[in-house]
């Protein structure tokens, strides 16, 4: 596709249930970041996948959150037992090999994730 | 703790006027510094960058400052124009990190 596209679009769901957000990068875009927006804040950074490298997890906020990717293809955050305070617009960008020397990322429009 | 300080949640200003963001860093060892702009219901684009050894980047009406003794960064947008109207994210690069580290925001609002 022409650019970052992320499903679904709005999450509506309830306390204690899981929830997989779904991010298909820019064809042939190496590394793939997941970011959050809770409200009022400012971009929290996630995880970031790399090529075949481990990806680097340091801003996952707990361990009910977790994160996949397929070769350099599509990627899953998967949130298991949501709580109201996971209530957030949840962010995948790609970029063609990291953070260039221009520091571009392609952002996806976000998932909007209401926990009840 | 903040490493990307943006201190100003909103700024409000006249069509045709200057628009000044600022932004404060806390890590001297960042080598990019940028500028995203989002818009309700749509993901952050990119706006323009600077490497931590210039102190000065214009692209048509916009124009990114560093300061690199003061840990500071600014984006002048002249003349505003009622469409520059968005948040406006300040945002790190560089040492030992692979992401990319954001403030919190800035709501940019230019009045016709």
């Known amino acids: 596709g022409a650019g970052v596209s992320q499903s679904p679009s709005n999450k509506v769901t309830e306390k204690g249930k899981d929830v997989e957000l779904r991010c298909d990068p820019i064809s042939g875009h190496t590394a793939l970041y997941w970011y959050r927006q809770r409200l009022g804040q400012g971009l929290e950074f996630l995880i970031y996948f790399q090529g075949n490298s481990a990806p680097d997890k340091s801003g996952l906020p707990s361990d009910r959150f977790s994160a996949e990717r397929t070769g350099e293809s599509v990627s899953t955050l998967t949130i298991q037992r949501t709580q109201q305070e996971d209530s957030a617009v949840y962010l995948c960008a790609s970029s063609p090999q990291g953070v260039s020397n221009t520091g571009e990322l392609f952002f996806g429009e976000g998932s909007r994730l209401t926990v009840l | 703790d903040q490493q990307v300080k943006q201190n100003s949640p909103s700024l409000s200003v006249q069509e045709g006027r200057i628009s000044i963001l600022n932004c404060d860093y806390t890590n001297s060892m960042f080598d990019y510094f940028l500028w995203y702009k989002k818009y309700p219901a749509e993901g952050p684009t990119f706006l323009i960058s600077?490497?931590?050894?210039?102190d000065k980047n214009e692209d048509g009406r916009f124009t990114v400052f560093l300061n690199k003794s003061a840990k500071h960064l600014s984006l002048h947008i002249v003349p505003s124009q009622p469409g520059d109207s968005a948040v406006y994210f300040c945002?790190?690069?560089?040492?030992?990190?692979?992401?990319?580290?954001f403030g919190k925001g800035t709501k940019l609002s230019v009045k016709p």
């Open positions: 600077i490497s931590s050894i210039k």
């Open positions: 945002a790190v690069y560089g040492g030992s990190q692979g992401n990319l580290i």
